[in-house]
Nanobody, 124 residues
Framework: QVQLVESGGGLVQTGGSLRLSCVVS????????MGWFHQAPGKEREFVAG????????YYADSLKGRFTISRDNAKNTVYLQMNNLKPEDTAVYYC?????????????????WGQGTQVTVSS
């Protein structure tokens, strides 16, 4: 059974930082590109960042570039999202997702497996 379990969310003040983790089991982690998405209340789920299987290539939503960093540790079957200088508009549920291709995709339909999400709330 494939499982993606996110953690690290919480309540933080504007300008603060959080590091999200997503531990993956039930699949060969190094064979999958990984992505992070977020979904704010009343809005669609949107791409945040992606990383190839090796970690050699990353890609970010334009609006988040420079504040967020995606990384992975294939030995630990874990992908991370470091979020710095957080803003109230970053408030959302954050999801990790696995994509068995060599490329980073920004569309939800390309991802085969999803976690349950972790809530990030940024207070002003």
């Amino acid at each position: 059974q494939v499982q993606l379990v996110e953690s690290g969310g919480g309540l933080v003040q504007t300008g603060g930082s959080l590091r999200l983790s997503c531990v993956v089991s039930g699949l060969t982690f190094r064979n999958y590109a990984m992505g992070w998405f977020h979904q704010a209340p009343g809005k669609e789920r949107e791409f945040v960042a992606g990383i190839t299987w090796s970690g050699g290539t990353t890609y970010y939503a334009d609006s988040l570039k420079g504040r967020f960093t995606i990384s992975r540790d294939n030995a630990k079957n874990t992908v991370y999202l470091q979020m710095n200088n957080l803003k109230p508009e970053d408030t959302a549920v954050y999801y990790c997702a696995a994509d068995r291709t060599m490329l980073i995709h920004t569309t939800l339909g390309q991802y085969e497996y999803w976690g349950q999400g972790t809530q990030v709330t940024v207070s002003s």
